[in-house]
């Protein structure tokens, strides 16, 4: 059978080469130019990007390019599943990241820009670059700038990019990573079908499915012990009316990454059987595969023709993960039955037996009612405030308020916050640019102004004072509000 269909294949080729015999000589040369760095480029492209799971359109048989990549950093809140939101930090505001898509030989210019509304610096490692850092010591980018450098792509493949600024885990964590595809000269062989999907483990404050804006936990991402394990970037990213489609007869390309921080996948789709599987996106090919293993930090393609009708369920097969935190998405095919192929009956759910992607987890009861923030007592104000503190200043100001060197002021025992509460909040409400003195060193650097409530703003300096040897104000709203009003 196969080498029938081989033979046929060679016809085919052999065909089109008599109507463009140039083309086919040019196609078929090894080696024009000694190496990729060497390919010109001619003219200049912009890229085109795309949220997943969809791709840009392929190179097909375009010259090496100039190829303007601008992507632009958002941090956002989003859904994480029904009922609980995160704040995630976005490539092109899409957990995963913006799809970038080049051949071999471009010369990629790309353009890095910081939102002004974001809290934090950022950059971005492809691994795709050949250069120190994939790009990373050359993108830094502060809130409100934007940092441009350019890269060849001198091999072909499938790549992830993540943000690599400190905490490196916690950025990855939150969302920042992507997939860059570099194609061969000539493009990847046509297929009817092309999605983008990318595996990723969270880490949250409450459990799986406990309600609300669920802030970011070091201590659960540092352990391994994921909340959430998603394809792109949620649970239910692709299930329901979110589920890639195909009809029957068509070949399908998936291109999946895993952007971790932490876990390998095993990606699996139930009731399908991998016909090529681009091993760890480079160039070898392997057959007739069941689960293919995607690294953190890594991808594969991996195609197949879909021949009967029904849902496919798409799985990391450590199968805790995609029943009960959300790594479960869903392929639906349309069109004619196969009976020779499959002759049970294929209905959408009987791959799903326990109901869903997501279990519910039972209700403790320990939901309260939310009480105002004048009669909240200082150990609840320091519960909050501790959260608060994880989400919006740790980043800076590290775990224990001891800051980083010539960077960002320590908040722990910190002469400079103890001297002066009202001085403290504004700088919180306003921000805080040029030339302090704390603990006798120097800072002379920009706190963006931070974008949170009055009542937060209470919480989190509570919790900052009654920390890490600090004197044990307790700030009131209201004495908040009148500092944002005296202002
Ligand atoms: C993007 C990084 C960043 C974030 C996020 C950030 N800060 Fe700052 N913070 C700084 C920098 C930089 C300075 C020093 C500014 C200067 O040099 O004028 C500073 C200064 C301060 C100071 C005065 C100096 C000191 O050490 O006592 C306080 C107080 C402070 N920040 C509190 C906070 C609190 C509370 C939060 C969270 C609500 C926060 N910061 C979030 C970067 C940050
Ligand atoms: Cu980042």
Excluded at 53 to 80: C, F, H, Q, S, Y
Excluded at 253 to 275: A, K, M, Q, T, W
Excluded at 347 to 358: F, R, T, V
Aim: aromatic letters at 8%; hydrophobic letters at 35%.
């Amino acid at each position: 059978m196969k080498a029938q269909k081989n033979s046929l294949i060679f016809l085919g080729i052999l065909a089109i080469c008599s109507i463009s015999l140039q083309s086919c000589i040019d196609n078929t040369t090894k080696k024009e130019y000694a190496s990729a760095a060497d390919i010109p480029v001619s003219r200049e492209m912009k890229a085109e990007l795309t949220a997943p799971p969809n791709v840009p359109r392929g190179v097909g048989d375009r010259k090496a390019k100039k190829l303007i990549v601008n992507m632009e950093i958002i941090e956002k809140e989003g859904t994480m599943t029904d009922g609980t939101t995160y704040n995630y930090w976005t490539f092109g505001g899409s957990v995963p990241g913006s799809f970038i898509r080049t051949r071999v030989g471009d010369e990629v210019e790309f353009t890095l820009s910081n939102h002004p509304d974001n809290k934090l610096p950022h950059n971005i490692d492809l691994h795709a670059v050949t250069g120190p850092g994939g790009g990373a010591t050359s993108s830094f980018v502060a809130p409100g700038h934007e940092k441009k450098f350019n890269f060849k792509t001198l091999n072909e493949g499938l790549y992830v990019y993540h943000c690599a600024t400190a905490p490196v885990g916690m950025h990855i964590a939150n969302g920042m990573y992507g997939l860059i595809l570099v194609e061969p000269k000539g493009g990847l062989p046509r297929v009817d079908k092309e999605y983008y999907i990318m595996q990723g483990d969270f880490y949250t404050k409450g459990e799986n499915g406990d309600p609300g804006l669920q802030p970011f936990d070091m201590q659960k991402a540092v352990d391994e012990d994921a909340d959430y394990v998603v394809f792109n970037g949620s649970v239910g990213a692709l299930t329901g009316d979110n589920a890639i489609t195909a009809d029957v007869g068509e070949t399908v390309r998936l291109y999946v990454g895993n952007g971790g921080p932490n876990l390998v996948s095993s990606f699996h789709v139930i009731g399908e059987i991998f016909d090529k599987v681009m091993v760890e996106g480079g160039n070898s090919i392997n057959e007739n595969v069941q689960t293919t293993l995607i690294p953190a930090g890594g991808a594969a393609i991996v195609e197949f023709r879909v021949d009967v009708p029904g849902t496919f369920i798409l799985v990391d097969h450590s199968i805790f993960r995609a029943f009960n935190k959300g790594a479960l998405g869903m392929l639906k095919v349309k069109g004619e039955e196969n009976k020779t192929i499959y002759s049970g009956v294929v209905q959408e759910g009987i791959y799903h037996p326990e109901g869903g992607g997501i279990q519910e987890m039972p209700d403790d009861g320990k939901a309260v009612a939310k009480k105002t923030s004048a009669n909240k007592s200082l150990a609840e104000k320091m519960e909050s405030g501790k959260q608060i503190y994880a989400k919006t200043c740790f980043a800076c100001h590290q775990a224990n308020g001891e800051g980083i060197p010539n960077a960002f002021p320590p908040l722990a025992e910190s002469d400079y916050l103890n001297a002066d509460v009202n001085r403290t909040i504004d700088i919180v409400l306003n921000g805080k640019t040029g030339e302090i003195t704390v603990n006798g060193q120097k800072y002379n650097s920009v706190m963006t102004k931070q974008a949170i409530s009055n009542e937060e703003v209470a919480d989190v300096l509570t919790y900052v004072y009654n920390s890490w040897g600090n004197n044990k104000t307790n700030v009131s709203e209201a004495q908040v509000e009148q500092v944002k009003s005296g202002h």
